[in-house]
């Protein structure tokens, strides 16, 4: 018997009512955010070609950086209310001024723990290649390695998916976020996976449709996830009462 399950049509369905609903609202957020995150590269660009200190070039990335982790704290908030049928505001987008911290610790934590399979097998494939391992044999360990860093780095990601929405929904810290989001996420990581795949190619159609089609698709894959987070979230609840 199934504990837990994924209802992904219900969560796409919901995405793509409320992406409607709330079209231009999406239009002007999005448009924000890409003329800032633009603004943001442009400025560091400039900088490099101007031989500026690099110290400063890295405090213009770290702001950049932390800008963005804002940006996506807001979305997650306007999306776990908007599925809540909760009233919300451009100013939502900057509502998680005090969770960046919680939010940079946790995504470095994430970089880290999802680089360090990739990072062994190349450092294994490099000692292969040292030993003067025959060619034949460190090209098919080489896949191997390759594959299952792949695999696992792909598992953690899904583990550790809707740790944000634990920092924006619950105030949690870092550590207990990641913690939550392996335990909703515990036995269906195979449906988040298809999840995943599902609204990655709903981005691509959006793409695709001179992406004028994003402007629907991000706020549909935004709110569909949201409503993955919580149905998730519940379910576990129950398991645990």
């Known amino acids: 018997m199934e504990l837990k399950t994924i209802r992904q049509k219900e969560a796409i369905k919901l995405g793509w009512d409320i992406a409607l ?7 002007v957020i999005l448009i924000f955010i890409g003329v800032l995150n633009s603004l943001m590269s442009s400025l560091t660009a ?19 950086f932390a800008i963005s982790l804002l940006m996506s704290l807001g979305l997650i908030k306007i999306s776990l209310d908007l599925i809540k049928d909760l009233p919300v505001k451009f ?4 509502s998680g001024r005090k969770l960046i911290l919680k939010q940079f ?3 470095i934590i994430i ?15 490099l000692l292969l290649a040292f030993l003067k391992t025959p060619i034949i044999v460190t090209i098919i360990i080489a896949i191997l390695l390759i594959v299952i860093a792949l695999a696992i780095s792909i598992w953690l990601g899904l583990k550790f998916t809707f740790y944000s929405y634990f920092i924006v929904d619950k105030g949690a810290g870092p550590i207990e976020a990641l913690k939550l989001s ?14 995943s795949l599902t609204l990655a190619g709903i981005n691509i159609l959006g793409f695709l449709a001179l992406f ?18 919580r149905q998730l979230s519940e379910q576990t609840e129950g398991l645990n009462n």
């Open 21 to 27: 609903k709330k079209i231009w609202f999406f239009v």
């Open 46 to 64: 400039s900088l490099e070609k101007q031989n500026v200190n690099f110290i400063f070039i890295f405090i213009v990335d770290i702001v950049s």
């Open 91 to 94: 100013s939502d987008l900057f």
């Open 105 to 107: 610790v946790g995504s």
């Open 111 to 125: 970089f880290l723990a999802i680089t360090l399979p990739i990072a062994v097998s190349v450092l294994i494939i």
């Open 182 to 195: 392996s335990k909703i996420t515990d036995k269906v990581k195979w449906r988040l996976l298809l999840l």
């Open 212 to 229: 004028v089609g994003l402007f629907i698709t991000i706020p549909l894959s935004t709110i569909a996830k949201a409503k993955v987070y």
